[in-house]
């Protein structure tokens, strides 16, 4: 067997056997929906990776740590600030700080709400322009209207100076959010079976929702766990998953992670074309012709570190996206072997298939990193289809190959991650500019002395203990982790590049109500438009957004 730039080389007749057998294996598996991402064919090479290693063979272990770059699709110091006037720089402050918009209101959680006939938990909340957004949360308690099991938004809204409506129109993937897993010889999904449904804390400001399942992928029974996190203040909600495999052996399951996945009309409806696709991983990858086909030539020529994958339409002006809360260097995503393509594009190629001269076409449809649409552009250049991305044995493996198979990761007993779900317009690079904060985190410094909370739990539902990167940076909900004394506390909050944009501060051994006074920089800031607080008491938490975008050094002070 000879090895290529994208794997090993069969034969055509193999070739042509062996794609034929994984495609009907993953249409027995996916039911109606043969096409739910038909990877088997992605891992029929599985066994050798691409620069020759021998079948199981990874490079050393990943190093923590990231370095800046631009953001998605390649712009650059795009943050997402107000429009609103730098305020003047109060005394200890080392840079500007702009307010954030007024009017905001209470997040609003009204249950058993029908939406498009399904039951579903109501989350409406002011984003950073205080402007209302909505998710529609279907239980997963039992069947739903569509005849799945929930555990996904049904929909989402969000203002543009006219409401968009996101909304399922597909046959059988009726919202966004679920689990998705495939392995040899199959694919499973949590929209399959029951479980439960949970209000984990409601306040003020802020939420998180759950959902819980353990159900058999491949024989083998995994714990699963996702929230999401809502809060007053962040425009897009953050979704985080547990996979919990500790009941099995190490390497007992060879499974990768397709989720969070779903089919939504992000563009508000009407059946439009896609223009384009793209997504991040140690470079960032964007398709060029439009609308983007199979046939479309592609740019994978800048660095990236912050991974993402999304889908945009110019007309209407329309974009969907998820990104991680941590760089890639932090946690791996994506899979597959399109990675000596990077640095590229598709005028020099490599092309893949490597028997093509450049130019080049867009990969073929098993071999892209994160799952989008491509299943479906033979039949549809409309699909809304949009998921995540992992090699196989993220989910049980002990240790796996990262992307680029030149270092590993572990996958058992436990796999966490979590992304933002960026809705917005196109036109405002929203992919783009929450790419560039999550890049503004990672260059930002908080201290408090004593008051940092430097380490908490790798994921949630878990109680072992991880670093954070930077120190205080809790990547599972996107939040600045402190703890108080006496009900006090006091930070700083150094940002070297950049602008901080409503930073979420979650402050730990609260046993208070609401704050009596909470200032930045020495000056008060008022409850409800300065910040945005929320009491957990039963966590003897505080929940802050502070309404505001910070560049340099800025002092809070809460009591």
Not at 22 to 51: F, I, Q
Not at 233 to 260: E, F, Q
Not at 491 to 508: D, E, R
Request: glycine share 12%; proline share 7%.
């Amino acid at each position: 067997m000879r090895h290529t730039a994208f794997g090993p080389t069969l034969g055509p007749m193999v070739t042509r056997m062996l794609l034929a057998t994984m495609v009907l294996a993953s249409a027995s598996a996916c039911g109606d929906d043969a096409r739910l991402g038909e990877t088997n064919a992605r891992e029929r090479l599985n066994t050798a990776p691409p620069n020759g290693m021998p079948p199981g063979t990874t490079g050393p272990t990943t190093p923590s740590g990231s370095t800046g770059s631009s953001g998605a699709n390649g712009s650059t110091g795009a943050t997402g600030v107000t429009a609103n006037t730098p305020a003047p720089r109060p005394t200890g402050a080392s840079g500007p700080m702009t307010p954030g918009a007024n009017g905001c209101k209470a997040l609003v959680l009204a249950k058993n709400t029908n939406v498009s006939g399904y039951t579903t938990d109501l989350y409406t909340w002011s984003d950073g322009a205080c402007r209302e957004r909505s998710a529609a949360m279907v239980p997963n308690t039992g069947r739903d209207a569509g005849g799945t099991y929930g555990g996904y938004a049904r929909r989402f809204t969000y203002d543009i100076g006219a409401v968009r409506t996101v909304e399922s129109s597909h046959p059988s993937h009726h919202g966004f959010g679920f689990i998705v897993n495939h392995f040899s010889g199959g694919a499973e999904l949590s929209t399959r079976h029951a479980g439960t449904t949970a209000t984990i804390f409601t306040g003020a400001h802020h939420a998180l929702h759950e959902y819980k399942w353990s159900y058999p992928v491949n024989g083998r029974n995994v714990d699963f766990t996702v929230r999401w996190l809502f809060a007053t203040g962040k425009d897009h909600p953050v979704w985080t998953i547990t996979y919990d495999t500790s009941k099995l052996a190490k390497d007992a399951l060879v499974a990768d992670s397709r989720s969070p996945y779903g089919d939504v009309d992000w563009d508000g409806g009407g059946g439009n074309d896609v223009s384009g696709v793209g997504w991040g991983d140690r470079n960032k990858f964007k398709s060029l012709q439009k609308p983007v086909s199979l046939a479309s030539g592609w740019d994978y020529s800048q660095p990236n570190t912050v991974p993402y994958a999304m889908e945009w339409i110019d007309a209407p002006d329309a974009e969907m996206g998820l990104v991680q809360t941590q760089t890639f260097e932090q946690h791996d995503a994506g899979g597959y072997w399109f990675y000596p393509a990077r640095g590229k594009t598709s005028a020099t190629g490599p092309c893949d298939p490597d028997t093509v001269a450049p130019p080049c076409q867009m990969p073929q449809d098993w071999n892209w990193p994160f799952q989008l649409n491509q299943y479906e552009m033979p039949f549809t250049l409309a699909s809304k289809r949009l998921a995540w991305g992992t090699n196989y044995g993220a989910v049980g493996k002990q240790s796996y190959p990262v992307y680029g198979d030149d270092s590993s990761a572990v996958g058992w007993p436990f796999q966490s991650y979590s992304v933002a779900i960026v809705l917005g317009k196109h036109s405002d690079a929203v992919v783009a500019k929450q790419v560039t904060q999550i890049e503004t985190v990672q260059a930002t410094t908080l201290t408090a002395p004593g008051s940092v909370i430097t380490a908490g739990p790798g994921g949630v539902a878990r109680t072992d203990s991880v670093t954070y990167a930077p120190a205080g940076w809790n990547h599972v909900y996107g939040t600045w982790e402190l703890r108080a004394a006496a009900n006090r506390v006091r930070a700083t909050l150094a940002v070297a590049t950049g602008a901080l944009k409503s930073p979420v501060i979650v402050v730990h051994d609260w046993t208070a109500g609401a704050p009596t006074e909470v200032t930045l920089d020495g000056a008060p800031l008022a409850a409800g438009s300065g910040y945005f607080a929320s009491v957990d008491a039963s966590s003897t938490a505080l929940w802050i957004t502070v309404n505001a975008s910070l560049s340099g050094a800025h002092t809070l002070a809460i009591r």
